[in-house]
């Protein structure tokens, strides 16, 4: 006789922003399964990996806000990180194996010296330990079959990096980059730099766009929470927008923009920050959020919406 099946739990409509702070040894795609069967929700996606090895802020979006996770795939990310100078390794971070052991004969006054040359635009080499594909397979791959395949150079931004502490053979410094940095080949070239060699330890993210750490929560934190505690720490769909200028329309507007129509910016009251913006976010004259639009050829074109019972 076949045991009953167990019922299925219903699962909710939820919309909204979940700043997580990864634990360390975790997937990204781990750690947002996790949130999801917690919350029970319907949809939700996650903004941009964080290896297993790093820690810190993973923006989870849920139902509608999933729309919205590009716009943080592509902006920039700060993190905390620390190189151990004198060592290389096959991944260019802690996971890997030791390929060469150099003396460190640096001191704090060269490690300050050699940062301000990666910030800037610069040139970096994708590491082979990469979810870069080839072929359509990884370079991981080709990389744990013992290949080495030629990597194009890539241009990324650093638009800031300072030291924070030097306790040598380990340095941790702040960096803010573009998308496409690798964290672990700046490492690995400022130790070639000064002439050592590196490979990072620890990784921290804390900043993803204009998200910060403040207001995240761990997952033992929302394991131990009740359900209108989990709830509270779930931002609303536009903290994903916060950068981009604000209109608001009317109730006659709001009509026609949430069925696709364009409208005219010279019948709307837009700012001349809103009328020169690549994008802005919509609102309702109840403040409530409608979409996304693109201003430009004289109209407001509706790019994305949010769907609610409302709409």
């Not at 299925?8 to 360390?24: F, H």
Request: charged share 25%; hydrophobic share 40%.
């Amino acid at each position: 006789m076949t045991a009953p099946q167990r019922p299925r739990v219903p699962r909710r409509a939820l919309d909204g922003v979940l700043l997580l702070d990864k634990p360390l040894g975790l997937s990204s795609n781990d750690a947002l399964i996790r949130a999801k069967r917690l919350y029970l929700a319907k949809k939700a996606g996650h903004t941009g990996t964080l290896d297993p090895l790093a820690t810190g802020l993973l923006p989870l979006c849920f139902g509608e806000a999933t729309k919205f996770s590009q716009d943080l795939l592509e902006a920039d990310k700060t993190y905390e990180a620390t190189m151990r100078l004198g060592v290389r390794t096959t991944t260019g971070d802690a996971e890997g194996e030791a390929l060469e052991i150099r003396a460190v004969d640096c001191d704090e006054a060269a490690v300050l010296a050699a940062l301000p040359g990666y910030i800037g635009e610069i040139t970096q080499v994708p590491p082979m330990y990469s979810a870069l594909k080839r072929d359509g397979k990884p370079l991981y791959e080709y990389a744990r079959a013992g290949q080495t395949l030629e990597r194009e150079g890539r241009q990324v931004t650093i638009h800031a990096l300072e030291l924070i502490a030097c306790a040598l053979p380990d340095v941790t410094f702040r960096v803010t980059c573009s998308k496409g940095t690798y964290v672990r080949t700046l490492a690995e070239d400022i130790g070639e730099a000064l002439g050592c060699g590196a490979h990072l330890v620890a990784l921290h993210r804390t900043g993803v766009g204009a998200l910060t750490l403040d207001g995240s929560v761990t997952l033992d934190a929302l394991s131990d929470a009740t359900e209108a505690e989990r709830d509270a720490w779930l931002k609303p769909v536009d903290a994903l927008l916060s950068t981009f200028p604000q209109v608001n329309l009317s109730d006659d507007d709001t009509r026609r923009f949430l069925h696709g129509q364009r409208l005219k910016l010279s019948t709307l009251t837009v700012t001349a920050e809103a009328a020169k913006a690549a994008r802005v976010r919509v609102y309702s004259a109840q403040g409530r959020l409608l979409g996304v639009a693109k201003p430009g050829d004289g109209v407001l074109a509706p790019e994305r919406l949010v769907v609610t019972a409302e709409s």
